[in-house]
DNA sequence: CGTGTTATTGAAGTGTATCAAATTGCGTGG
DNA sequence: CCACGCAATTTGATACACTTCAATAACACG
């Protein structure tokens, strides 16, 4: 694996604002002694379905998406993490083989967490555990609002969400109509014609593959059904 | 509320079993002093969207499904739960407001436990928080397959799951054609052309509306697409 | 400057929701 | 215990949003 390793501490490390793992200084600290910073490259995987998660990784700097490849050969993001973002964690906790794979879709700077320190890190800890949990169960929120969405929302509503979603969370971030459509549970040719849509309605404008969002509130009316 | 508290013990409750809360002896002792039993009957509901998380409900007896009501009138069923099924902890652990209604489905008794000795129990036993984590954590994976079969698997496919799901984990459960519709994310309609299709091709008896299950392999590859 | 990927547009096919109506089943109260 | 009425089941017809397939054009990238 092309993992280069880095001398980076937590001190100067940004991300952990965001992040559910960092939550006291204390935590902190120990997370700072018994991490190792990875480095990969946009495209490279991180982690593969069917694997056993020996840790989790926080993501410091970048963009990782998690995805399942069905068996018809179709891809589809369950989740997109950004900085403060943890991947892995799912399987780990639940003691399975990884069910997604973890991509790089940026360069990208990730803290690998062993799992034995990790869950001393929990045992010594447990407000560090309740925040994390806090963080695990909104993904089950948002993993089961989008099976919801997927019934009862227009496939151009939950395009408009995407991109609003897309938008707000990894900002200036170039989308190929495919990642936007494996995001909202679509196909690019559907993306494709929901944006020229959009654009005709003068609610985005796109300068090449960048959308640029010029009706905030007619997109967000075309999110919601009814 | 209908809410008839009654003097049960942890000792002699069958579903710590299967419980991700009653994980040791000695958390089940504690449980059994600050719990309050409570019963429903079949139909009632239990917590309400938009309500704020005082606890948590675990299933002693009976069967709960959590769900959800889309703005256009139509409910899905996010989870079902049987005993030691545990309700309303992804609400309350995220710190939002319910986000989903519970139902009992048939006369239930659940155990209520309020969050103050709940997070206590958490800050002392550190692996029945982890514990408590990994059933989390299955339950998002499911949420997440549950997504992706909601888009790569035909209606026929995910009701087949869904009628070996039920079966499995709730046996002798009489379930309506509007049930698991909600659960297999389609309609009634559709459910009942499935249903009469496996009937015909001899992989299930309907004999009123109790499903008999005759070729199991043949509704199992009913189920995978490919 | 090729070469593979992404974008774009068009046409065609279809699974499934939707609507409607008839029938059965079942709980409830008289 | 029967009759009533509401709910669930069943079947048919219709509609349509979206996927799928295909083919060209525009990029991006080494």
Redesign the interface.
């Known amino acids: 694996m092309s993992i280069s390793a880095k001398k980076d501490s937590c001190l100067t490390c940004e991300a952990k604002q965001h992040s559910a793992l960092c939550s006291s200084p204390e935590v902190v600290r120990v997370i700072d002694k018994v991490k190792v910073v990875c480095n990969y490259k946009a495209g490279q995987i991180i982690f593969q379905q069917g694997q056993d998660p020996l840790g989790l990784f926080a993501v410091q700097s970048g963009l990782v998406k998690l995805e399942?490849n069905?068996?018809?050969g179709?891809a589809?993001t369950?989740r997109i993490l950004g900085p403060g973002g943890i991947a892995g964690?799912?399987?780990l906790?639940?003691?399975?083989t990884y069910?997604?794979n973890a991509i790089a879709i940026e360069d990208t700077s990730l803290c690998y967490i062993p799992k034995t320190e990790l869950?001393q890190i929990?045992?010594?800890h447990?407000e560090a555990?309740?925040n994390?949990?806090?963080s695990?169960?909104?993904?089950?929120?948002s993993?089961?609002?989008?099976?919801?969405a997927?019934?009862?929302k227009e496939a151009s509503e939950r395009i408009a969400e995407a991109i609003l979603f897309l938008q707000d969370h990894f900002n200036d971030q170039k989308w190929t109509r495919k990642e936007i459509a494996q995001w909202a549970?679509t196909t690019p040719e559907t993306v494709m014609r929901t944006l020229a849509q959009f654009e005709k309605e003068g609610l985005i404008d796109q300068a090449g593959r960048k959308i640029i969002i010029l009706n905030r509130p007619g997109i967000q009316s075309r999110s919601?059904?009814?």
């Open positions: 399942v069905s068996m018809d179709h589809h369950l964690y799912r399987s906790f639940a003691r399975e069910k997604a869950f929990f045992a010594q447990p555990t309740l994390f949990m806090q695990i169960c909104k993904d089950l929120g993993a089961e609002e989008k099976w919801v997927q019934m009862d549970g919601t059904h009814l």
